[in-house]
């Protein structure tokens, strides 16, 4: 790695460090329940029959917000898409386990695509776990930002 290179990694450490760590205290939930239903559905009680409603689990509920609160969320997310010619899950998987500090554009399209699609259809959400690429996500960025080498 040339010295430009590390004074960008040294600089998106710094400056996004804090935020991986407030994420990072939902690891061992998303770990869990990678791949798993995060989601259920009320349609009221015995008689009362009323259209489904979904609930999601409070901890998912709890890492969105906390993720918002983030310099991580990016509302120019599409651009990351376009230019890292992402179609599919695969594709984000693919470039998530390739990705370096300097890439950190790339974490905040797809955390973003995520957390803000999902303010309008929730169970995106719940795809983000269901696929495994909000666990893929937080698997990168907390091991690239608390590595000791840089990256």
Known sequence: MDYTEEKLSTRVRNEYMAD???LSKYMN???KKSG???QSYYD???DYKLIQIPVYDSTLLAFVKEAEKTKLVDRNYRYVYTRYRI???DDELRLLRHAHLKDIDLFKGILSSYVL???SKGS???EGIQNGVFLELMRRMTALFFST???
Do not use: A, L, P, T
């Open 29 to 31: 939930w998303i770990e």
């Open 149 to 151: 080498n840089m990256d």
């Open 87 to 89: 179609k599919s899950v």
């Open 44 to 46: 009221g009680e015995d």
């Open 117 to 119: 699609r999902g303010k």
């Open 20 to 22: 991986v760590e407030r």
């Open 36 to 38: 798993n239903q995060v």
């Open 124 to 126: 995106v959400w719940s």
